[in-house]
């Protein structure tokens, strides 16, 4: 069993950045491919970003590719999302997401293959 919290989301002008932060309950966590994904108002969750358990594969939307990068420190039990040039688009609410794949590399980019979520963390970006 593995329980996300995030944190780090607020308020921004774009532009602007802000460092997401998901830690982790559990020991095995280093263990864990880990998502972002996010949900606008009314629109589905979609992906965002994603890391393997050792944090050499990540994948990345193309709507924040060279905007995001997602990391982990696996000694902390802590997954990041930093988000630099911040538009008004990238506003919704914030999850990070853990699974357990059983290949190689383990990592995804589909919400179904994800087994814990967190409860969600609210960024707005101001025009």
């Known amino acids: 069993q593995v329980q996300l919290v995030e944190s780090g989301g607020g308020l921004v002008q774009a532009g602007g950045s802000l460092r997401l932060s998901c830690a982790a309950s559990?020991?095995?966590?280093?263990?864990?491919?880990m998502g972002w994904f996010r949900q606008a108002p009314g629109k589905e969750r979609i992906f965002v970003a994603a890391?393997?358990?050792?944090?050499?594969?990540?994948y990345y939307a193309d709507s924040v590719k060279g905007r995001f990068t997602i990391s982990r420190d696996n000694a902390k039990n802590t997954v990041y999302l930093q988000m630099n040039s911040l538009k008004p688009e990238d506003t919704a609410v914030y999850y990070c997401?853990?699974?357990?794949?059983?290949?190689?590399?383990?990592?995804?980019?589909?919400?179904?293959?994800?087994?814990?979520w967190g409860q969600g963390t609210q960024v707005t970006v101001s025009s």
């Open positions: 559990g020991r095995t966590f280093s263990s864990y491919g």
């Open positions: 997401a853990a699974a357990f794949f059983n290949r190689v590399p383990s990592i995804s980019r589909r919400a179904i293959e994800y087994d814990y």
């Open positions: 890391i393997s358990w050792s944090g050499g594969s990540t």
